[in-house]
């Protein structure tokens, strides 16, 4: 209680101070320092219980400077020797004296030791070296990855790891001009420890703010960390922006495997239980064509090497009006690489194609011949590994012929005729209700699968109905050119 009393042998005379004054002690300019206060009489010191930029604000202010403020906890600047005065100190950060901000203790009252003596820095821009509030990476030879340091008062200094994450991480990834990174955020010592005064300790960015010193921050000053604990982060630029779509291995660049960026990487989508709705989605989105637009599964197009797999994809329609759009939900436990989702998109209407992907054609008859399917504008055959007639009958059905009595057609090389179009399709294995060739269980694409076939294997279809009975063969087609009359529907 004595505290309130000015000393008995100070009068209005000799009294150093005004009540409320403030002055920044033991920094090593006048714009940093402890705090301490006049109350009394008697000059005191401020307990760092609490104490935030909004505390150091008023200070700043209250000495005439008019830029930003950083409270500084105990220990950054030398402790006092007098009373600790003013506790738990909660500024608004509009009052014109410090002594007028609310508190919780009474003046005097302070069970703080002086090792908690709270400072402030005031800054000031002018012809320093370093702008207030300007960061920099160093210790790793790398403009996008270091120890993370903050230029104040004209000084280089550490951000102590406590509490940093990948949202303080992002915000100097942003300052520093990674404008669209993926930000690390790196605990202290990895890339060396840094020198001189530890800043800032206990940061709590969200993540959108445009410079470090925006930041709020939970504990004041460096806190006891010493640089063993500087903060670090690495910035990089993502292969991708999240939600772009792209077609890989395909045969050509309508069609191949459906790959989406989620969290800055590249996934491969699980291709079970998907409609065709989502295939017309996505090569709408893609800016193809969205006729016969189809999605296959099994990795059609090869098993995918990315990270991620199995996600995901659901359409979000707002209305008939607006398109719709594909979001990643998640994953799907039980997918594979061996399960990536592939696409069939069409050519935009104003380019002109011999064919279309996924057309069926036969040459050497208009209800039996040589099967060739259509893959990136070009005309293939199929090898007839894996193959039956139930493939036999989806090709049929495909081309709008009698398929219940469909059969494979036995051949020899002695019977088989030049044929200048590449293999298309091997390892062709289907149920028979598939609406096209390229939607059975099992096909792989000749050219990005390992496959021994030759022409040799290359395989033919009779379509026929129950009253047909004339055997097909291969002699039929000699060394003729291909036919081109059949339907490519």
Request: glycine letters at 12%.
């Amino acid at each position: 209680a004595g505290l309130l009393c000015p000393p008995t042998n100070i009068t209005a005379q000799n009294c150093p101070c005004r009540n409320g004054d403030i002055r920044l002690m033991a920094g090593t300019s006048s714009n940093e320092g402890r705090v301490e206060v006049c109350y009394n009489c008697v000059w005191g010191t401020v307990c760092d219980s609490g104490w935030n930029d909004k505390d150091a604000q008023v200070v700043c202010r209250q000495l005439g400077f008019s830029g930003q403020a950083l409270a500084m906890g105990g220990g950054v600047f030398p402790s006092g020797a007098s009373l600790v005065l003013l506790e738990v100190v909660s500024c608004l950060g509009n009052e014109t004296s410090l002594i007028r901000c609310p508190r919780r203790v009474a003046v005097g009252q302070s069970t703080c030791s002086h090792s908690r003596d709270a400072g402030a820095i005031c800054l000031v821009q002018s012809y320093f070296t370093c702008l207030d509030g300007a960061v920099r990476l160093s210790g790793a030879g790398d403009s996008s990855l270091g120890r993370v340091e903050i230029c104040v008062n004209n000084q280089w200094g550490t951000i102590c790891d406590s509490g940093w994450d990948n949202s303080d991480a992002k915000v100097v990834c942003r300052q520093l001009g990674f404008n669209n990174s993926l930000a690390v955020s790196v605990p202290g010592g990895r890339f060396g420890a840094g020198t001189g005064r530890i800043f800032l300790s206990g940061l709590q960015c969200i993540g959108n703010e445009s410079a470090l010193l925006d930041c709020p921050r939970t504990f004041s000053g460096a806190q006891g960390c010493g640089h063993s604990q500087d903060a670090g982060v690495v910035c990089t630029t993502p292969p991708c922006t999240n939600g772009a779509l792209r077609l890989a291995d395909g045969t050509d660049k309508y069609s191949g495997r459906l790959e989406v960026c989620n969290g800055g990487q590249w996934g491969t989508v699980c291709g079970k239980d998907v409609s065709n709705d989502l295939a017309t989605t996505a090569c709408g989105l893609l800016g193809f064509g969205t006729k016969g637009a189809s999605v296959l599964n099994n990795a059609l197009f090869g098993s995918g090497s990315t990270r991620m797999f199995g996600l995901v994809l659901v359409q979000q329609c707002r209305n008939q009006t607006s398109p719709c759009t594909l979001v990643v939900n998640g994953t799907r436990s039980k997918c594979s690489h061996w399960d990536d989702l592939s696409l069939l998109c069409a050519p935009p209407a104003t380019v002109p194609l011999s064919c279309y992907t996924g057309n069926v054609r036969l040459v050497g008859g208009q209800t039996d011949g040589l099967v060739e399917v259509c893959l990136g504008a070009q005309w293939g055959t199929v090898c007839d590994d894996s193959w039956t007639d139930n493939s036999a009958r989806v090709v049929c059905k495909q081309l709008g012929l009698p398929s219940d009595y469909a059969v494979t057609v036995p051949y020899s090389s002695a019977k088989y005729g030049s044929v200048q179009d590449p293999i298309a399709l091997s390892r062709v294995k289907c149920v028979g209700n598939e609406s096209s060739l390229l939607n059975c269980q099992l096909v792989s694409i000749a050219a990005a699968s390992r496959h021994y076939c030759t022409h040799s294997n290359d395989v033919g279809v009779s379509c026929q109905d129950n009253t047909d009975t004339t055997p097909f063969t291969f002699a039929s087609l000699g060394t003729a050119e291909h036919s081109s009359t059949s339907s490519t529907s």
